[in-house]
């Protein structure tokens, strides 16, 4: 049997910058994944160049930039690891990154420096401490001996896999969501928690296109392509939490967060960002922060001329031009949507001079307050995150240590969801490294 002090699952961003630290403190760490590619939603983010982490945020108001049921559990680790320690590392392994929006950070490069960053961390233990990794490496079962007698036993889990049996003296979960399966994504750190007896939030999309029905969509999907800067806000929605599951490990796929009616509710939110048409729906950076927010049946509002006085600019323009309706409005919105906007009456399919101030008001009613109710999203495969998953009151905020001696969870596995923007990675890069100095802290 292999023995170490700690077993990471899931060689992800959090799992292997949680492993390079806890190596470097001096702990004798292995790394599982059950994919043959390591760190692959690093890979591919940010069009391959890694948005890791964002200049703006303000550790000190982790709710601004956070969903979950309790928000400010991530302020502990974001205070204790910043934004700048995280950019610290990233200019010691030589890696040039610019500033691209509202504080985004990314490679200049590639995101495979960022990988190979990471991956040379793991290999710089000290104290005696080092990393290993097994992949590819599947785990069938998670084993505790009661050590109530001492918490801190050597061997209080045994883990089964299929590159043979491992003894530790701690877990660590670092194996994501449920989003972009394509890539790796799966349940494997719910039912572990599940195992052993952590509550659950129900999961689902965040970061995601928002879709609409066919036909109703219709006149729209042929601005598919078209983007834009507007102003979206959807209203209240209600986060329930899930009942505590016991048992042993469920099996793949089984069913997980059943939920409970209640929840906290959660005030309008209203984000300026840049909307893209597609042929199904709406996405872009201003769709992907809405739907984090967004609940089914809710409708989404829409400002699609968000810096101009759409009222004053139609009525100077029916005082002095001659012009269409849709040319006129081609100077305040791109001329594709306009086109498609004025088809929706005819008393804007006109000259501006012959129209009626009731239907310029209208016109620019409903340019500045489109209102609509999506049917769905995209789902898991095109989501950037998962929204909801282990519970944060059976964690720890200073360690990611759960009810459950020796048990930690860390990154997306947890309900903690940032905005898009590098948000999400830094709540990886903090609570690894929350979690390795508690492991130093109790295992050396």
């Given at each position: ?108 490069r590639s995101a495979e420096d960022l990988i190979q960053m990471l991956l040379a961390e793991c ?145 309008r939110i209203t984000f300026d960002e840049d909307l893209l048409f597609t042929h199904r729906g ?9 739907s984090s927010y967004w609940r089914e049946g809710a409708p989404i509002r829409l400002n699609l ?140």
């Amino acid at each position: 049997m292999h023995s170490y002090d700690v077993v990471v699952i899931g060689a992800g961003a959090a799992g292997l910058f949680c492993a390079g630290v806890a190596g470097q403190l001096g702990l004798k760490v292995l790394v599982l994944d059950h994919s043959e590619k390591v760190a692959e939603k690093i890979r591919i983010s940010g069009g391959g160049r890694c948005n890791f982490t964002n200049r703006q945020l303000d550790p000190a108001a982790p709710h601004k930039y956070f969903l979950g049921d309790n928000p400010h559990f991530c302020r502990s680790a974001l205070s204790r690891y910043t934004p700048q320690d995280f950019i610290a590392l990233v200019q010691r392994h030589g890696i040039a990154f610019h500033e691209k929006h509202k504080g985004q950070l990314f490679c200049d490069r590639s995101a495979e420096d960022l990988i190979q960053m990471l991956l040379a961390e793991c290999g710089a233990g000290a104290l005696g401490g080092h990393v290993e990794r097994w992949q590819p490496c599947s785990v069938k079962n998670i084993a505790f001996s009661n050590a109530s007698q001492r918490e801190t036993a050597s061997n209080s889990y045994q883990i089964e896999s299929d590159r043979g049996a491992i003894a530790c003296a701690a877990v660590v979960v670092a194996t994501g969501g449920l989003s972009i399966p394509k890539i790796g994504a799966t349940d494997f750190g719910y039912r572990v928690a599940k195992q052993f007896g952590l509550r659950l939030v129900e999961t689902r999309p965040g970061l995601v296109p928002l879709t609409f029905d066919g036909d109703a969509w219709a006149p729209y999907a042929q601005l598919a392509g078209l983007s834009l800067p507007v102003k979206i806000e959807t209203g209240k929605a209600v986060s329930p939490h899930a009942p505590p599951l016991r048992g042993s490990l469920p099996p793949e796929g089984a069913p997980f967060a059943l939920g409970r009616p209640g929840g906290k509710r959660k005030d309008r939110i209203t984000f300026d960002e840049d909307l893209l048409f597609t042929h199904r729906g709406l996405s872009g950076p201003a769709v992907l922060q809405i739907s984090s927010y967004w609940r089914e049946g809710a409708p989404i509002r829409l400002n699609l001329a968000p810096e101009a006085d759409l009222p004053l600019a139609l009525a100077r323009a029916k005082a002095s031009s001659r012009k269409l309706i849709a040319n006129e409005l081609a100077g305040l919105v791109p001329a594709r949507l306009a086109d498609a906007w004025v088809q929706q009456d005819t008393a804007w399919q006109r000259p501006i001079s012959e129209a009626t101030d009731k239907a310029l008001n209208l016109l620019a009613e409903r340019l500045a307050r489109w209102e609509l109710t999506p049917t769905g999203s995209e789902g898991y495969k095109k989501a950037e995150v998962t929204l909801g998953g282990v519970d944060t009151r059976d964690l720890s905020s200073q360690t990611m240590e759960s009810k459950q001696p020796g048990l930690y969870f860390i990154g997306e596995v947890v309900d903690v969801t940032g905005w898009l923007g590098g948000y999400n990675f830094q709540w990886a890069w903090a609570s690894a490294y929350a979690c390795a100095q508690a492991l130093a802290a109790r295992l050396r």
